[in-house]
């Protein structure tokens, strides 16, 4: 299949170790923000979200933590496996953009090895 | 599979033609979005949707550009006088949008190649 992205970032893990993928944003304005997955071929694919007003949200195997006082966002994934090799992209979404547009980071490239 | 659907997958073409994608939204979903992604990019936002009406362009989104949902159920992207720079992605993604921050669900993409 094609390659997402070439020149991206990589994190390489162990299967079964924890996997943290770090997002800066830049605008101040930003009050909700993606996590999403691309696969080779394969469209974005949504993980998690999270609010403005909250610190950290929890799923399933995953974690997003917002540090809005240096305007960080990271994704923790947990006993990562094979198939969360992928490319993750963090997206924010603008306080007053009616329309909810994303504007999309650029992408690490997860490895996992078995 | 998401349930947003995009036609065609892969689409070759020289310079200077015209070519159109096809994007059917996941049904219930009132607003439809285009985006851009070229290779070790994020996706780039281009045009939206909300039913029938274009609401808002990105600057990326040229004359040579133009977005229909003439329905408010499916859209077309057509691209005229393709240029090498128009080799990208073209994604299409819905979502329910009568509240506030509503996940938006992305199809599988056009690979479009300007020879």
Not at chain 1, 36 to 65: A, W
Not at chain 2, 11 to 37: A, M
Not at chain 2, 53 to 67: P, T, V
């Amino acid at each position: 299949g094609e390659s997402v992205g070439l020149h991206l970032p990589t994190l390489s893990v162990q299967e079964g170790d924890n996997s943290i993928i770090n997002c800066a944003y830049s605008n101040s304005a930003s009050d909700y923000f993606i996590w999403y997955k691309q696969e080779s071929g394969k469209g974005p694919q949504f993980i998690i979200d999270i609010r403005s007003n909250m610190d950290k949200r929890q799923g399933q195997r995953v974690t997003v933590l917002l540090n809005k006082t240096v305007k960080h966002l990271s994704l923790q994934i947990a006993a990562t496996q094979p198939g969360d090799s992928a490319v993750y992209f963090c997206a924010e979404n603008r306080r007053g953009n009616a329309g909810n547009m994303l504007t999309f980071g650029g992408g690490t490239r997860l490895m996992v090895k078995p | 599979d998401t349930g947003v659907s995009q036609d065609p997958r892969h689409k070759i073409t020289k310079r200077g033609q015209n070519v159109t994608f096809r994007c059917d939204p996941i049904s219930e979903h009132n607003r439809l979005y285009w985006y851009r992604q070229t290779l070790g990019q994020g996706p780039e936002f281009l045009t939206y949707f909300q039913n029938e009406a274009q609401l808002e362009k990105s600057r990326l989104l040229s004359d040579r550009f133009s977005a229909e949902r003439p329905k408010g159920s499916f859209s077309t992207l057509e691209i005229q006088r393709t240029e090498q720079g128009d080799s990208a992605m073209y994604l299409c993604a819905s979502s329910l949008g009568q509240v506030s921050y509503n996940e938006q669900f992305f199809g599988p993409g056009t690979r479009l190649t300007v020879l």
